[in-house]
Nanobody, 124 residues
Framework: QVQLVESGGGLVQAGGSLSLSCAAS????????MGWFRQAPGKEREFVVA????????VYADSVKGRFTISRDNAKKTVYLQMNSLNLEDTALYYC?????????????????WGQGTQVTVSS
């Protein structure tokens, strides 16, 4: 079992920045990819970004390219999401996701474990 705990959400004005963190614990002895998804009210969960075990490979959704940056610290078993130039459409519950292996799929069903989510609200 793997547990994920997100932190860092909050309220920010449009154009501002927020940083999210996700700490993994449990049986994380093999290589794994991690990602961030988000879900706005009334919408499906959507892919935001994913990062490989080494950190050398990343995949971003078009909607966040150039604004969001993912990174990870394997010693701390933590993945980070730096979000800049936030806009109203970024308002959502952000989930951290974990999957065994090195692939970086955009589909939620391909991930094995999920955090509880952290709310990001962007105001005008």
């Amino acid at each position: 079992q793997v547990q994920l705990v997100e932190s860092g959400g909050g309220l920010v004005q449009a154009g501002g920045s927020l940083s999210l963190s996700c700490a993994a614990s449990g049986r994380t002895v093999s290589s794994y990819s991690m990602g961030w998804f988000r879900q706005a009210p009334g919408k499906e969960r959507e892919f935001v970004v994913a990062i490989s075990w080494s950190g050398g490979s990343t995949v971003y959704a078009d909607s966040v390219k150039g604004r969001f940056t993912i990174s990870r610290d394997n010693a701390k078993k933590t993945v980070y999401l730096q979000m800049n130039s936030l806009n109203l459409e970024d308002t959502a519950l952000y989930y951290c996701a974990f999957k065994w292996g090195s692939s970086l799929p955009p589909r939620p069903n391909d991930y094995d474990y999920w955090g509880q989510g952290t709310q990001v609200t962007v105001s005008s």
